[in-house]
């Protein structure tokens, strides 16, 4: 059997989700509210967490081909220089 929970600051019923952007945090987090006074009943992470993941990535496949292509350019140097 299941109970519904209550809010433990004003003792009423229901949850909404609302984003957060919390003092000096990287990133956003969403909040568990109560749907009544809004006070905070728990924190998950943002949703768009797996957005920010891909970019990350992606950057770093970019400066990855950057850095090969540097190599490739000073190794070219490197031989032009010994002939």
């Given at each position: 059997?299941?109970?519904?929970?209550?809010?433990?600051?004003?003792?009423?019923?229901?949850?909404?989700?609302?984003?957060i952007?919390?003092?000096?945090?990287?990133?956003?987090?969403?909040?568990?509210?109560?749907?009544?006074?809004?006070?905070?009943?728990?924190?998950?992470?943002?949703?768009?967490?797996?957005?920010?993941?891909k970019?990350?990535?992606?950057?770093?496949?970019?400066?990855?081909?950057?850095?090969?292509r540097?190599?490739?350019?000073?190794?070219?140097?490197?031989?032009?220089?010994?002939?």
């Amino acid at each position: 059997m299941f109970s519904t929970a209550k809010c433990g600051h004003c003792g009423k019923t229901g949850t909404k989700v609302q984003e957060i952007s919390p003092v000096g945090a990287a990133y956003k987090q969403m909040a568990v509210c109560c749907q009544s006074c809004s006070a905070i009943l728990g924190v998950t992470g943002y949703y768009d967490s797996g957005t920010l993941l891909k970019q990350a990535e992606r950057e770093r496949a970019e400066l990855s081909q950057k850095v090969q292509r540097l190599e490739q350019q000073l190794i070219s140097i490197s031989h032009r220089l010994q002939r």
